[in-house]
Nanobody
Framework: QVQLVESGGGLVQPGGSLRLSCAASGRIFSIPGMGWDGQAPGKQRELVAAITSGGSTNYADSVKGRFTISRANAKNTVFLQMNSLKPEDTAVYYC???????????????WGQGTQVTVSS
């Protein structure tokens, strides 16, 4: 069974930093893409950052220049380095992965359980 498990959330003051990690485990043939979505209180879940297996990245405009996504392909792990955090970054952050289970299967999306990030003084 495939699982995505996040870690690294917490409470941080404005201007601070956090590093989120997400590890995919289970029967996995390949991971074409991984990323992070954020859901702020009372708002819809939105893309924060994404990265392909080749290293191409995509960021929400609100986090460009402050957040950096990276991945360790050999470990099926994706990271989100969050710097210069603002109160409006407060959200539950969900790891997502487009995973291919076998060489003949179609890749589909999986999500982790989410980790809370709170930016407050």
């Amino acid at each position: 069974q495939v699982q995505l498990v996040e870690s690294g959330g917490g409470l941080v003051q404005p201007g601070g930093s956090l590093r989120l990690s997400c590890a995919a485990s289970g029967r996995i043939f390949s991971i074409p893409g991984m990323g992070w979505d954020g859901q702020a209180p009372g708002k819809q879940r939105e893309l924060v950052a994404a990265i392909t297996s080749g290293g191409s990245t995509n960021y929400a405009d609100s986090v460009k220049g402050r957040f950096t996504i990276s991945r360790a392909n050999a470990k099926n792990t994706v990271f989100l380095q969050m710097n210069s955090l603002k109160p409006e970054d407060t959200a539950v952050y969900y790891c997502n992965g487009r995973l291919q289970i076998t060489p003949l299967s179609t890749a589909r999306d999986y999500w982790g359980q989410g980790t809370q990030v709170t930016v407050s003084s």
